[in-house]
């Protein structure tokens, strides 16, 4: 496996933590549990974006079979 998708899995493993942990604060300690949606979203579309970004640059860069 490439060293960009050992990096992309922690990076998404700590990032969806840290957003359900923001989230389930906002549901448990608000009283507007609708503000918790944000967090969720961004905690989901982020890695797929990185990944994306990362997946294209390693294609761009990748030599050209001969």
């Known amino acids: 496996m490439a060293l960009w998708k050992k990096l992309w899995i922690l990076f998404t493993v700590i990032w969806v ?31 797929i974006a990185l990944f994306a970004v990362l997946w294209v640059w390693q294609r761009l860069r990748r030599e050209p079979p001969e």
């Open 17 to 47: 933590v840290v957003a359900a942990l923001n989230a389930g604060t906002i549901i448990a300690f608000s009283d507007e549990p609708e503000k918790a949606v944000r967090p969720i979203v961004v905690g989901l579309v982020v890695p």
